[in-house]
């Protein structure tokens, strides 16, 4: 399944998916970096109807934008 802006995410744009050791997935995007439990991903990925929670950390944690 293809999680994007349609389904949950805030961004159709990620660049890259790393996963912690507390099973959190992290994806810098175009202005922010996303947070996204892994088990709560596959949940979704089993059970469309399930909302994707996703902590989006931007220039208002001190990320600086991109342009």
């Known amino acids: 399944m293809n999680f994007n802006a349609s389904n949950g995410m805030p961004t159709n744009i ?4 790393l996963e912690d050791d507390e099973g959190n997935l992290w994806m810098p995007s175009e202005n ?5 439990s892994k088990e709560d991903l596959e949940a979704a990925a089993d059970d ?3 909302s ?6 931007d220039k208002s944690y001190g990320i600086k934008n991109s342009h």
């Open 14 to 17: 990620v660049y890259d998916v």
């Open 32 to 36: 922010s970096i996303l947070s996204i």
């Open 48 to 50: 469309p109807t399930l």
């Open 52 to 57: 994707i929670k996703v902590k989006q950390y």
